[in-house]
């Protein structure tokens, strides 16, 4: 098991050196890149408003539940709600929603190229195919997803904002005074600076998954599979680590 | 003319090409035969460079190719056209951007050039009026043909063609045969074929090469292929019941 996670390692930190090597012609990596943020970022669009409005809304219900005490103001709902998706949701858990929509898409998309030897196509052209097929991908969402993480806080803090509106749990006014109450610029940073990693790490492992992945249909799903399952953790490890590292 | 010396790739325990040596002429259709498992497959992709050989040495009209490295193999990549078994288009490309792929790659062409160059290598193959379709909107036999236009559109010195009539039937099997031919006889390029499609091999094999388990076990053309000693030859060629009636009288 240590050998085949060895091996492993070795053969994906080789894979990234292919990847960053120089381009053959830029021209069509920056218009595959633009490509890329349409299939990776745009279209992930829909799936993290629908999701951050829900979980906004959500968070503000249970928080309020929570702390419903007359010695604690009112305004600690917003406060908490803004923290809570700033801090963790909008970067970490759209991450790994993230993971499982790009990164089984990766996946699939480049282990089908494998098995139906279009890699080797490429590769016989004389392109450089690990190149031509991760790097863009890596650069659009690299770029794109602090985007997507910060659309989530936005979504998020006025899904929390609309429940107040309807329901009457909480004036909005408390809840509008709370999300403006001690509010660092730095938590801002430090989502983005996770989403960054994260972003590196869902689609370098997703593309590795499919790249080496054999055999057929089956193997490009259970690369998909994998490809959902190793990225996910790794985002989990890497927000341990960066969580350390920033904020203590 | 492409040559192997003497060239071994072992998978494990398990001996795929053994010491094989085999050269390929110019302007020539050059057959490599045998039965599914008998590494001819491994043999081609040994010589293109997609499997690293174990032993050996590949050479291009001249040049050592296998002990390159990545980029200096880029050089003679560019010289080299393949037709895969299942086509291998680009899914996400139209016929016309697949043709275009590699002239979009290599060439400083403007865009009216290249789309000339497209259209007259879609002719070649007898394809018009496709430009705008996906490889899924296609046949087998036009994916193989888009896919020779795509081989040819950088007029490859060296063509490779895995199984080109897998999975076609026999009428268009011909059709194709008859284009690898033609193209490699009109462009003086060295092409190798790998098959085990006994009509092609009766069509269009200049130079015939079977291997068995592993080995070269003869070469010959084709009019010497219904002649010979090799037993293990004649069981492959003579494999039905009505060719082994039809050789006995």
């Known amino acids: 098991m240590i050998m085949k996670f060895l091996h492993d390692a070795g053969q994906y930190f080789i894979l990234l050196s292919k990847v960053f090597a120089r381009p053959e012609k830029f021209s069509i990596y920056y218009r595959e890149t633009i490509r890329e943020v349409e299939k990776l970022g745009i279209n992930s669009f829909g799936i993290v408003v629908i999701i951050s409005f829900f979980v906004g809304a959500v968070i503000t219900i249970q928080t309020n539940y929570n702390i419903e005490n007359p010695l604690l103001p009112r305004y600690l709902v917003g406060v908490t709600v803004r923290d809570s998706l700033l801090l963790e949701f909008s970067s970490t858990m759209v991450a790994l929603i993230l993971a499982g929509k790009v990164g089984s898409s990766i996946a699939s998309e480049i282990g089908t190229m494998r098995v139906s030897e279009q890699i080797d196509a490429l590769e016989i052209m004389g392109v450089n195919s690990a190149s031509y097929l991760i790097l863009p991908k890596i650069i659009a969402a690299v770029f794109f997803f602090p985007i997507l993480s910060l659309l989530s806080m936005f979504i998020g803090i006025f899904g929390g904002y609309l429940i107040c509106l309807l329901t009457e749990i909480l004036p909005p006014s408390d809840y509008i005074y709370g999300i403006q109450y001690v509010f660092y610029p730095h938590y801002i940073s430090y989502a983005i600076t996770k989403v960054v990693f994260y972003a590196f790490i869902i689609v370098t492992i997703s593309a590795y998954q499919g790249y080496f992945a054999q055999g057929g249909s089956l193997e490009v799903g259970r690369s ?17 680590i960066l969580t350390k590292l920033i904020l203590s | 003319m492409i040559e192997a010396r003497n060239i071994s790739k072992k998978y494990g325990d398990n001996l795929v090409l053994d010491n094989v040596s085999v050269s390929f002429e110019q302007g020539k259709t050059n057959l490599v035969i045998g039965q599914s498992g008998s590494g001819k497959t491994v043999l081609l992709k040994s ?35 393949m037709l895969f078994q299942g086509a291998a288009l680009f899914d996400s490309l139209t016929v016309e951007e697949n043709v275009m792929f590699p002239l979009n790659m290599f060439t400083t062409m403007g865009v009216k050039e290249k789309l000339e160059r497209v259209n007259f ?43 080109p009539n897998s999975g076609l039937d026999p009428q268009t099997s011909i059709v194709i045969d008859a284009l690898i031919k033609k193209i490699t006889e009109e462009f003086k390029i060295t092409t190798i074929v790998n098959t085990h499609d006994m009509n092609s091999v009766l069509e269009i094999g200049d130079k015939v090469v079977f291997i068995h388990e592993g080995r070269k076990m003869w070469e010959g053309n084709k009019n010497q292929i219904m002649h010979t000693n090799c037993e293990e030859l004649n069981d492959f060629v003579f494999a039905t019941n009505l060719a082994k009636q039809l050789r006995k009288k």
């Open chain 2, 121 to 163: 290598c879609l002719e070649r193959v007898n394809i018009i009026y496709a430009n705008r379709l996906y490889p899924s909107e296609l046949s087998g036999g036009m994916k193989k043909r888009v896919a020779i236009a795509r081989a040819i559109a950088l007029n490859p010195k060296y063509l490779f063609c895995d199984e």
């Open chain 2, 47 to 81: 010589i293109v460079g997609l499997i690293e050989i174990d032993e050996g040495e590949i050479w291009f009209d001249g040049r050592l190719y296998n002990t390159l490295s990545f980029i200096e193999k880029k050089e003679i990549r560019k010289e080299i056209g």
């Open chain 1, 224 to 240: 998909s599979t994998k490809a959902v399952v190793y990225s996910s953790i790794l985002v989990l490890m890497c927000n341990l």
